[in-house]
């Protein structure tokens, strides 16, 4: 399985992150020798093989479903980047 | 009484407890050792106000005959840690001027025992990397040097900063985590001692996620003692972690024997990698034949799954982190990216994350993108899990045919410099947590003990992983490798 530019700026696109047009050739020789090196796992024999959901054999814990938080809208918005009146604001989404 | 800050937690304890110092002179002499060190670029948020608020009040509990084993005890945080009102920025620009409102568990945990916090410690950005060279902060330098030159080495990675600031007397210990060797491999390197815990036993909450199928905290300290003292105060259950494990925690310190008579210790055959440096190997014998000598049974095992560990976890941890890192958005903390006319919300999203993660960051989320997406979903996510589900059952087999721990070389070299790696492709620099990766796929705990140094002076370390919740155990086991090894080399102060 080989990465072409294409497949490289469709996987940052996903990813959301911004990649310049001329930097596309060496990511997509990065994503080339990391997915080689994975590929390994090819040899292993995974018939029958449950794939591990936890490491530990244990629930994932629950609790009774109820309020136990709240009233911090103060405290939420703080390390907001932009926070205005009680909310967190973002570039117009819906046009 | 001068050089306090060389003292090691149980060392200081008991001085404190006899009334011979106080916590306030301890952790003066830490932020002396710190202000002195900034060649280190081990700290890299200082809080000496903090610190000496925290220690007063460390001594009035201490003369009130109140006081747990880490009650004044002076110590670094990591700074993927979140700690109420002070920086917490995993060494990532898109964090930068994070203040938490919450203190995470495990330093919570630490607080209320008494221990007192001189700052935050430098890390790889997202605890990605094992040399600190991705940290936003630049890189940490370790307090060692071959003993032939001047290169400036790393501290390895990702909890660098811990690893010097340990070395380097900087604290008396320091909190670590470890994701596929973030704990062994820096302590390995800087000739300290380092824990992971078995997968459940600290509280991931309040832990900036990289992997969380992976991630473990645990302490960076002087000696084994350190570690069975600092590991305690960092562990037990919190209804907080999904995944912390409701086990009561045993009282470590007090199962340092150093007994380790009919104890069956398994060498592990597919760690003897091709092209392993002579001193590795012979640190690896030495290591076995001090167990031995000790009273232990030397048992040849197999782990046959351990050359897909590395490659296993290149697609789990870059999938797990991907969907951690999504969280990085512009919107409700850190960075955001200023916006160009017409902009929408989708430019803000891909510039703030251009922007603000480093180039490992952004090769790995882009990684875990990929192996998550659809199609490929099948062929390499659940693949690599099931590939996991294999190297735990090899640990598992051995466990049950008696083995009570195995040792392994931490790492397949001694440090190496700052910038030596540049050159090399990624999966070169992955190849440093060879042997320290499969324990973190299989959720156990593994130490790594310092019993060496290599022919340039340098320290080398090597590794007990022990059985899921025995920590005592394997702290045991560490003690008498400690003991028979009896490293006691430090750096020599250049900074």
């Known amino acids: 399985m080989s990465i072409d530019q294409s497949t490289a700026a469709k996987v940052a696109k996903l990813a959301r992150i911004k990649v310049e047009e001329d930097a596309l050739p060496a990511l997509a020789e990065e994503f080339n020798t990391i997915l080689g090196f994975i590929e390994q796992l090819n040899e292993v024999d995974v018939d029958g093989v449950e794939p591990m959901t936890s490491v530990t054999p244990q629930r994932l814990a629950r609790r009774a479903d109820v309020v136990t938080d709240g009233n911090q809208q103060e405290k939420v918005l703080t390390n907001a980047p932009d926070a205005r009146e009680g909310f967190f604001a973002v570039p117009k989404v819906v046009e | ?495």
């Open chain 2, 1 to 495: 009484m001068s050089d306090l800050n060389k003292l090691g937690l149980a060392d200081a304890r008991d001085l404190l407890r006899k009334g011979e110092t106080t916590s306030v002179e301890l952790t003066e002499s830490c932020l002396s050792a710190i202000d002195a060190a900034g060649a280190l670029n081990a700290f890299v948020h200082r809080t000496p106000e903090l610190a000496l608020e925290r220690a007063r009040a460390a001594d009035t509990r201490l003369a009130a005959g109140d006081a747990p084993a880490m009650c004044g005890l002076p110590i670094g945080i990591k700074d993927l840690f979140c700690t109420k009102g002070v920086d917490s920025q995993a060494a990532s620009n898109i964090l930068k001027g994070f203040k938490p409102e919450y203190e995470s568990t495990v330093s919570q945990q630490l607080q209320d025992a008494g221990a007192v916090m001189l700052g935050k410690l430098n890390m790889d950005e997202f605890a990605m990397g094992s040399s600190n060279e991705s940290s936003a902060y630049g890189d940490a330098i370790s307090p060692w040097r071959r003993s032939d030159d001047d290169t400036p080495l790393t501290p390895g990675g990702s909890s660098g900063g811990s690893a010097a600031a340990v070395a380097a007397d900087l604290c008396l210990a320091a909190t670590g985590t470890d994701t596929g060797g973030s704990i062994r491999q820096p302590a390995a390197f800087t000739g300290t001692v380092g824990i992971k815990p078995t997968y459940g036993r600290c509280s991931r909450w309040g832990i900036v996620a990289f992997a969380s199928s992976l991630d473990q905290a645990g302490p960076m300290t002087k000696s084994v003692r350190d570690a069975a003292i600092m590991l305690e105060a960092m562990c037990g259950y919190d209804a907080k972690d999904s995944t912390s494990a409701n086990l009561a925690v045993p009282n470590f310190e007090a199962m340092l024997t150093g007994d380790i008579k009919g104890k069956k210790i398994g060498i592990p055959r597919e760690y003897s990698i091709d092209g392993m440096p002579a001193e590795i190997s012979k640190l690896w014998r030495d290591g076995t034949e001090m167990l031995k000598s000790a009273g232990a049974d030397i048992v040849d095992i197999s782990l046959p799954h351990t050359k897909y560990a590395l490659p296993a976890y290149y697609v789990i941890a870059p999938a797990e982190a991907s969907s951690n890192l999504a969280r990085y958005d512009g919107v409700r903390f850190g960075h955001r990216a200023s916006l160009d006319a017409g902009d929408g919300i989708t430019e803000m999203y891909e510039k703030t994350r251009a922007e603000g993660f480093g180039a490992e960051v952004q090769r790995r989320v882009m990684v875990g993108t990929y192996v998550l997406s659809a199609g490929f979903y099948d062929a390499y996510y659940n693949r690599a899990r099931k590939v996991r589900t294999l190297i735990k059952k090899d640990f598992e087999d051995v466990f049950a045919a008696g083995i009570d721990a195995i040792l392994t070389p931490t790492t397949p070299s001694a440090a190496f410099g700052l910038g030596e790696m540049n050159d090399a492709d990624p999966v070169q620099m992955y190849l440093n947590d060879v042997f320290t990766i499969t324990v973190n796929l299989a959720g156990l705990p593994g130490i790594s003990v310092p019993t060496g140094l290599d022919a340039k002076g340098l320290p080398l370390g090597l590794q007990l992983i022990g059985k899921p919740w025995d920590e005592g155990d394997l702290l045991n086991t560490a003690y008498a490798l400690e003991q028979s090894a009896g490293f006691v080399a430090k750096p020599a102060r250049w900074w």
